[in-house]
């Protein structure tokens, strides 16, 4: 069964940067769509970034791009996020999301259990 572990958040300080790691358990990460979400303190979550199956191409919200860069190793079963250049308003709880058919539908089938990023003084 597909599992995915987030790990790499923290608290930083604002302008600094984090790197943010998903490992994937399952044997066919390769053909898997991953994304990023966050979730701040009382908001709905957001997609942040997502990345196809081989990586060839990845999207950004407006609010991340320049910013954050999405990216995958399908040789480690893993899929990261590198964000810079950090704002408060980065701050949240950020899932980890894999599916088949997300490219199309948009509709995630796995999920993490969340790190948190916390961007204060």
């Known amino acids: 069964q597909v599992q995915l572990v987030e790990s790499g958040g923290g608290l930083v300080q604002p302008g600094g940067s984090l790197r943010l790691s998903c490992a994937f358990s399952?044997?066919?990460?390769?053909?898997?769509?991953m994304a990023w979400y966050r979730q701040a303190p009382g908001e709905q979550r957001e997609l942040v970034a997502s990345?196809?199956?081989?990586?060839?191409?990845?999207d950004y919200a407006d609010s991340v791009k320049g910013r954050f860069i999405i990216s995958r190793d399908n040789a480690k079963n893993t899929v990261y996020l590198q964000m810079n250049s950090l704002k408060p308003e980065d701050t949240g709880v950020y899932y980890c999301?894999?599916?088949?058919?997300?490219?199309?539908?948009?509709?995630?089938?796995?999920w993490g259990q969340g790190t948190q990023v916390t961007v204060s003084s």
């Open positions: 399952g044997s066919i990460f390769h053909i898997y769509h």
């Open positions: 990345i196809t199956p081989r990586g060839s191409n990845g």
């Open positions: 999301a894999g599916g088949i058919a997300a490219r199309l539908t948009g509709a995630y089938d796995y």
